[in-house]
């Protein structure tokens, strides 16, 4: 494991094992796992002497299901463990989060508490990290529980209450309702934009990003200025036939037809428009637009 000095408290398998003084007899190991498994959730304590299976609400994170591990072996320790006690995690996400003293983290936070309560108590709670797939006995054991934890229907889902699984449930639920919502709306930006996954960030000069976000949303000076001058709706100043509208210049005036071909403007649909900005530019500045916009 890497040096880092905000690890405090934790050391690594390798120098536990070089160093006795971590593995006296007296020591308990505890080893503890999180598991996401069919899209549920589970983690897992486990001792020499003792096993505890924790299931989650399957929106969590692999990171929460690891620090619940964590939180349930100090606990456990604390109720159960005389004398020395080292738990063992193979998350070195979860290791170097309960470093961190000012963390918002609801479960790094009661992690924090336990610690204070065990130096009370006078235990000093030691972590280690154990890394996976390396043949230690124990991390296996907790990954087995931990995903059987998690495909246990009988057992009861304990929720945490971290606000960083709520925002993912709802980030999921937003991006999985938008699209059927957009496809209802008639804007112009939905005829310009007909996907929501679409990316509408092109790196622009400042006044271009400008000119493109308003024609985008079909509102420029040149074709709404009329409502504050409180004028009528213009007609367009090519052909006198339509509404000065942005759709209308860009894609329908035909006494714009020649302009669009010598700029290589693609009119099949709306959004085509957008695909070549820098086409787009020549046109609207070969029309004499492009300060109106
Ligand atoms: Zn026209």
Known sequence: MRRN?????????????????YVIKQTTFLYT?????????GAAVHTSTRELKIKLPPYGSIFCAELAGLLEAVQLALRHVDGNFIICSDSLSALQAIQHRYSTNPLVQK?????????????????????????IT????????????ALDAALPEINYGLSTDWKSIIKSAVINTWPSQWDLDSSHLHRIT???NQDLHLPLDRRSQVILSR????????????????????????????????????????????????????????SMLFEDW???????????LINNL
Request: charged share 25%; aromatic share 6%; with cysteine.
């Open 215 to 270: 024609l985008r949303l079909g509102h420029t000076p040149l074709t709404h200025s009329y409502l504050l001058n409180q004028e009528d709706r213009p007609l367009c100043i090519f052909c006198q036939q339509s509404d000065l509208t942005i759709t209308h210049i860009l894609r329908d005036c035909p006494a714009l037809i020649n302009s669009r071909k010598a700029c290589q403007v693609n009119c099949g649909n709306c």
């Open 33 to 41: 796992d999180g598991s996401k498994i069919s899209g549920a959730l």
């Open 278 to 288: 820098f086409k787009l530019k020549s046109f609207l500045r070969s029309i004499k």
């Open 5 to 21: 000095p905000n690890m405090q408290n934790v050391i690594s398998f390798k120098k536990a094992r070089a160093n006795k003084r």
């Open 111 to 135: 992690i924090a508490e336990e610690r204070k309560t065990a130096l009370l108590l006078n235990k000093e709670p030691m972590f280690m990290y154990t890394p996976s797939h390396v043949g």
């Open 194 to 196: 007909p996907s929501v």
């Open 138 to 149: 124990g991390n296996g054991r907790a990954d087995d529980l931990a995903k059987s934890a």
